[in-house]
């Protein structure tokens, strides 16, 4: 028989040991992992979500904005109407 440093016992209680601190740190690496994608994984869904929505208006915000193009573009009118209207000069054509 061979000489053994260390016991048959002692052996497979090492090893069941770094065993355990094996799976104990593949759990520990695997929850640290699936976390970080998840929070990577919702916020691509809610940049994406962002960009597409971002630019959007309800519809009494849009009736607004017409409104006050509508009176923009005929207050615009009005004016160049008055300019037509009244004399520039006194001379005559």
Not at 25 to 54: A, R
Not at 68 to 87: G, H
Request: charged share 25%; hydrophobic share 35%; net charge positive.
């Amino acid at each position: 028989m061979y000489p053994s440093l260390v016991e048959p016992s002692i052996k497979y209680v090492i090893h069941s040991e770094l065993k355990s601190c094996k799976q104990d740190k593949f759990y520990k690496y695997s929850t640290y992992l699936n976390i970080g994608g998840f929070i990577f994984l919702s916020s691509v869904i809610g940049f994406i979500l962002w960009l597409q929505y971002k630019g959007k208006q309800d519809i009494k915000t849009q009736m607004e904005n017409e409104k006050k193009k509508k009176e923009y573009i005929l207050s615009k009118l009005n004016t160049l109407q008055r300019m037509n209207q009244r004399a520039y000069t006194n001379m005559p054509i």
